[in-house]
């Protein structure tokens, strides 16, 4: 039982690229939501899904877009890359929104703009 | 206000010293509570649930308090290997910003 799997672990993108963090979760589940980390500042909500075909922002979503195709994928793009998105991301699953269960996360992105 | 609050500290306590946080909740139909403990920018991973009634796994113990709206969590004997931040989480979905452990020798 994988968990929830995050690539790339680390990676470095010029002012004005674009890429995609990618994630997986193997449990089910229907919540999957993706955060930023920067120090001091705790776990920001990027954009979440409540399951398949659903999606809405969170707190900080400006330069990102996400889809949920499938229940198992969650991936975040990162349209015009900009070094103030330099942080660390996080993946997460639950089981549901409404379900009283823990939250399960990828192991992180460390994502560095130029 | 913020639904979760927490003292970000830092805690620095010698080994062997018992240490409390506390993370307090805005929204009183919170039904379900958990300490995570997440070590230097790796993924926060799930310390314990936090029960009704209190619960404890070794020198850990949690309680929650919903009168006053918190939720806590104690280390007795604290170890080296205790230094890492702390975050409270409702329902797995609202998260504190964590309280950061050092524990020295």
């Known amino acids: 039982n994988a968990g929830v799997t995050q690539t790339p672990k680390f990676q470095v993108l010029k002012t004005g690229q674009s890429m995609t963090l990618q994630c997986a979760q193997d449990?089910?589940?229907?919540?999957m939501s993706w955060y930023r980390q920067d120090p001091g500042m705790g776990l920001r909500l990027i954009h979440y899904s409540v399951g398949a075909g659903i999606t809405d922002q969170g707190e900080v979503p400006n330069g990102y877009n996400v889809s949920r195709s499938t229940t198992e994928d969650f991936p975040l793009r990162l349209l015009s890359a900009a070094p103030s998105q330099t942080s660390v991301y996080f993946c997460?699953?639950?089981?549901?929104?409404?379900?009283?269960?823990?939250?399960?996360f990828g192991q992180g992105t460390r994502l560095t703009v130029v | 206000r913020k639904e979760v609050e927490q003292d970000p500290g830092p805690f620095n306590v010698p080994e062997g010293a018992t240490v409390a946080f506390n993370c307090t909740y805005s929204n009183s139909a919170s039904q379900s509570f958990f300490w995570y403990r997440q070590d230097c920018r790796k993924e926060p991973k799930l310390l314990m649930s936090?029960?009704?009634?209190?619960n404890e796994d070794g020198r850990f113990t949690a309680q929650l308090n919903r009168a006053s709206q918190y939720i806590s969590l104690l280390i007795r004997d604290s170890k080296l290997s205790d230094s890492a931040t702390y975050l409270c989480?409702?329902?797995?979905?609202?998260w504190g910003l964590g309280t950061s452990l050092a524990v020295n020798p």
């Open positions: 936090v029960y009704s009634s209190g």
């Open positions: 449990m089910n589940h229907e919540y």
């Open positions: 989480a409702l329902r797995g979905l609202i």
């Open positions: 997460a699953s639950t089981l549901g929104p409404g379900a009283n269960t823990e939250a399960f």
